[in-house]
């Protein structure tokens, strides 16, 4: 019999803190989509998006040791891709658009205050972007979802064996478990324990 | 800058530079954070539509990730990761086979594709019907409070957090030898009993207890059907004197423990009976049989028609239903629908041929039932067709 399974974010995160480049691959290949979409839209140029995408994931990947997996994947990779977008638009020739906008902003806006708030509306409406495509390309950014991952894949991508993957995966799921509480919606997948 | 200030283009961005450095006033990070939901928010410009650009896009990105961080790994080429190398041609026939039928006919492809959920149904809840020694019959769930019946010198109360406690009654100040309770769920129920020696049980769905309303001298015997998790007190409460051994009786097999925390699966549409235990000891014995086994903390004793096999297995994933999961552990596709059966009450029909693979993972059981069919959906090897409270399982 084969094992099939779904590697939460969760799992993944903790695999990729280790300084697994297979986590690593499948983490880009779950969010590049959605993050270009995102900065495309900001930046309106599908260089500049790019290059932010690039920049996203090699930040990330360089900062992998101090990453907390008790914060959502999402929510770390949505902070640096504002980040990177704010720096383009700060680097760009022309920046009226941007400012008008911002102007009238400051005149009729909104300010949302509560940072909790803030976070939530920007997965939401990043999580959007792929839904509001046509079909045939969200197919396309779609089938990045299907992965299908070992732990003997990532255990020779760390280095170490199975069996040390395996206990490592059941002493994070434990520890997420506890302060994710029985409510949370807890997403984590761990074959062959 | 506050937002009364008039912004001019040096200080949009000297502000994006500190909002970057991290060194802006908490006013100004809600400013540029609010701003940039609303760009966000608004709509696309069009869309990216050419499947191959995107395709090139993301190779190309990668690319460059590879060469500014020094990783070696390359991602994988799609589609054909899961297939073994002999079927390498033929997968790519087929993949190119697919895309095709799918640029052809985009929007009814894409119906073949997913799975179909005409409605959603929601998770079970804590709910029960406790049937007394005199034949009444209460509903048990989430409106009643408090002392709901009294017998053989017993109080039956329901706490706030909708468990059944079952209590001596202070006034007689003994317990008569009285009859029995049956305490059932329904499918999509699960409930938590306190019984008067304070054993506490848990009961999955589709489950029922049996228990004397009083233990008295001698052993103290319960019957159960289904699956119920015992966390059995060592000290006898009510006669006091010396260990009563506590018996959980199911139609296979009789437990038999001192003061120990185990789980027993006796679902009759399951081919074995489970007995998983946590803590303490317990003796597992085949009905009218002299074949019986004793477990350790840890060790599972899995009776089969022919054989009691004992080995180690994974607690939590015996134990989730009691906390609040799905965790699948080997899992067959069967196995894993008959547990979706009895929490969110379906009726599980098959098609297609049967797959050959188990799957492992974690769901809450808080979830609607759809969230749980997404996950197992995902692994690419089954789809579902929901309608009313019938699940068709499509295997591939």
């Known amino acids: 019999m084969k094992q099939q399974r779904v590697v939460s974010d969760e799992e993944l995160m903790y695999f990729f803190k280790q300084g697994s480049e297979i986590a690593f691959a499948e983490i ?13 839209k900001l930046l309106k140029d599908d260089e500049e998006a790019r290059d932010v995408i690039q920049e996203v994931f090699t930040q990330f990947w360089q900062r992998a040791a101090s990453v907390d997996i008790s914060v959502a994947l999402s929510s770390y990779l949505y902070k640096i891709v504002r980040n990177r977008i704010f720096d383009h638009i700060k680097h760009k020739k022309v920046v009226n658009d941007y400012l008008s906008s911002l102007t009238q902003f400051m005149e009729e806006g909104v300010l949302l205050t509560d940072v909790d708030l803030r976070e939530k509306e920007l997965s939401a409406l990043i999580e959007r972007e792929i839904q509001a495509l046509p079909p045939k390309m969200r197919h396309i950014f779609e089938l990045s979802r299907k992965q299908h991952l070992s732990y003997k894949e990532i255990a020779d991508s760390l280095g170490i064996s199975e069996h040390t993957v395996k206990s490592q995966v059941s002493n994070a799921l434990r520890i997420l478990k506890s302060r994710t509480g029985v409510a949370g919606i807890v997403f984590l997948f761990l074959s062959g324990l | 800058m506050n937002t009364r200030q008039k912004m001019d283009e040096n200080k949009f961005r000297d502000t994006l530079d500190k909002y970057i450095r991290d ?3 908490p006013e100004d990070i809600q400013l540029m954070e609010s701003w940039y939901l609303k760009e966000t928010a608004k709509e696309s410009i069009a869309a990216a539509d050419d499947p191959a650009l995107m395709m090139n896009y993301r190779k190309s990105i990668w690319n460059e990730i590879k060469n500014q961080t020094g990783i070696t790994r390359n991602l994988p080429s799609r589609g054909v990761r899961r297939l073994v190398p002999r079927l390498a041609l033929a997968a790519s026939v087929l993949l190119v086979l697919s895309a095709g039928l799918y640029y052809y006919s985009g929007s009814i492809r894409k119906k073949q594709y997913g799975s179909v959920y005409e409605n959603d149904l929601s998770p079970g809840n804590n709910k029960a019907y406790l049937t007394l020694a005199d034949g009444r019959k209460l509903l048990l769930d989430t409106a009643s409070r408090g002392e709901i019946a009294r017998e053989s010198g017993i109080r039956i109360r329901k706490t706030a957090t909708g468990q059944l406690v079952y209590q001596l009654d202070k006034k007689q100040g003994h317990a008569n030898e009285g009859g029995y309770n049956t305490i059932e769920t329904p499918v999509g129920g699960q409930y938590m009993v306190e019984l008067p020696d ?4 848990w009961l999955n769905a ?43 009786h199911t139609s296979k097999q009789d437990i038999e423990v001192l003061g120990t925390h185990f789980n027993v699966n006796a679902y009759s549409d399951e081919p074995d009976t489970k007995t998983t235990l946590l803590e303490g000891l317990v003796r597992v014995n085949r009905i009218n049989s002299a074949e019986s086994v004793q477990l350790k903390p840890g060790e599972q004793a899995v009776l089969s028609a022919t054989v009691i096999r004992v080995g180690t297995t994974d607690i939590e994933a015996e134990t989730d239903w009691k906390n609040g999961y ?8 069967e196995g894993i629908m008959r547990k979706v059966a009895r929490w969110y009450d379906v009726d599980v029909e098959y098609s297609g041929k049967p797959v050959n693979t188990t799957f492992g993972g974690i769901v809450a059981r808080s979830n609607n039932i759809s969230a749980v069919l997404n996950t197992l959906e995902a692994t690419g090897s089954v789809k579902f067709i929901l309608k009313g409270r019938k699940l068709t399982v499509l295997q591939q």
């Not at chain 2, 304070?198 to 049980?201: E, L, P």
């Not at chain 2, 799905?326 to 596709?333: D, G, V, Y």
């Open chain 2, 23 to 25: 060194e802006c006033s």
């Open chain 2, 206 to 248: 589709s489950s029922s207890l049996r228990f004397p309303v009083n233990f008295a001298s001698g052993k103290r015997i319960v019957e159960l059907s289904g699956e119920g998790y015992f966390e059995v007190a060592r000290k006898v409460q009510i006669q006091g004197t010396a260990r009563q051994p506590f018996v959980v």
């Open chain 2, 326 to 333: 799905f965790i699948l552990a080997h899992e067959s596709l």
């Open chain 2, 198 to 201: 304070g054993t506490k049980v």
């Open chain 1, 28 to 40: 880009y290949e779950r969010y590049w989509g959605k993050l270009f979409l995102h900065a495309r």
